[in-house]
């Protein structure tokens, strides 16, 4: 594993050093390697594929450089029809950059649960993110937001502020917000919520396009409303083993939601599915509690009518998280 570490160097003559750090954090960028990836274990991940960090490097107070390398395609996240890297990668970069610079840099131990509060995402410049002949190399500018005050050793609270790059061009914008606690603390809080009796697990969906992930099933007479397929021995989605229903599968859902719901309320002809983009602009996402793999998740879509889908997985009365997806125009 390689970290770079760049130091911020005084000129000798005081005239314009916001250009000189600037000049440093370039060199910086240009010299992160993409030649291995970090540590499994600093990203969460059980299998070192699953890992798409590769450097990182400091650019000043609780500023980071992170290098990644996302795949040409994937088990889960292949290119979007539109021939740009899946949405759904970038996501799971952002989620692996959070994870690493909290135990690299903030000394978040190893062992520790995180708990994701929100996640958002918006590409500005898909072109950028364009599918060639390789690997895609990309630069996360990151900036970790924490609050004032003296450190808990048994809770870290953060949120990383990100601009994506390729090529240094910006392509996107990101921001996740974190709770990361120790395991007696994380314990206790999943206690709560675990009365429920195992549920009849739904058979897998049949079909291509959006549902061939595995993902959603429609409900029967209930437009705009799916359940969602949650199988704890899916070798993506639990690749490592978790105790509830992953974010990232949640996420997933409300992707595949979004543009469902776009393609019934029909695109620039007026029909269903008539000129919709296949692709997300932007998802905006909270989540509120843990959802148990007991119970039922329900996915609910509704098209605003200026191009944007409000979403909301719940169980039973329960909200476990809400988004808000923008379609690619």
């Not at 062992?111 to 990309?138: M, Q």
């Not at 543009?259 to 919709?276: D, I, N, V």
């Not at 983009?277 to 905006?284: E, F, K, Y």
Request: contains cysteine.
């Amino acid at each position: 594993m390689s970290i770079g570490v760049l130091q911020t160097v005084m000129p000798l003559e005081p005239l314009e050093p916001l250009e000189s750090l600037e000049s440093l954090i370039r060199e910086a960028k240009e010299g992160l390697s993409f030649d291995r990836t970090v540590s499994r274990r600093l990203v969460h991940r059980a299998s070192v594929t699953e890992v798409f960090l590769t450097d990182a490097a400091v650019a000043g107070t609780d500023r980071f450089l992170v290098g990644a390398q996302l795949p040409r395609n994937h088990a889960l996240y292949r290119p979007e029809e539109t021939g740009q890297a899946d949405f759904m990668l970038l996501v799971e970069a952002v989620r692996q950059a959070g994870i690493f610079l909290s135990h690299r840099y903030h000394d978040v131990p190893l062992g520790h649960h995180f708990i994701f509060k929100a996640l958002s995402l918006r590409i500005s410049d898909p072109a950028a993110l364009r599918v060639g002949g390789g690997p895609l190399p990309v630069v996360l500018d990151v900036k970790v937001v924490t609050p004032a005050g003296g450190r808990n050793p048994r809770r870290f609270d953060a949120r990383f502020d990100m601009v994506i790059e390729v090529g240094g061009r910006e392509c996107a914008r990101a921001s996740a917000g974190v709770t990361v606690i120790d395991g007696v603390r994380y314990g206790r809080l999943r206690q709560r919520g675990r009365t429920a009796q195992p549920a009849a697990r739904p058979a897998p969906p049949v079909g291509s396009g959006e549902e061939g992930r595995g993902v959603l099933l429609p409900v029967a007479g209930a437009p705009g409303t799916w359940q969602l397929l949650v199988d704890p021995t899916h070798p993506g989605y639990f690749e490592h083993p978790s105790d509830h229903v992953p974010g990232m599968l949640l996420l997933e859902a409300f992707r595949q939601a979004a543009l469902l719901t776009g393609r019934a309320a029909g695109g620039a002809g007026g029909e269903p599915g008539a000129g919709f983009p296949v692709s997300l602009a932007s998802l905006d996402a909270e989540f509120a509690v843990f959802g148990e793999l007991a119970e039922a998740v329900t996915v609910e879509a509704t098209a605003t009518g200026d191009g944007r889908v409000r979403l909301s997985a719940t169980q039973g009365t329960r909200v476990l998280a809400t988004a808000v997806a923008r379609r690619a125009a």
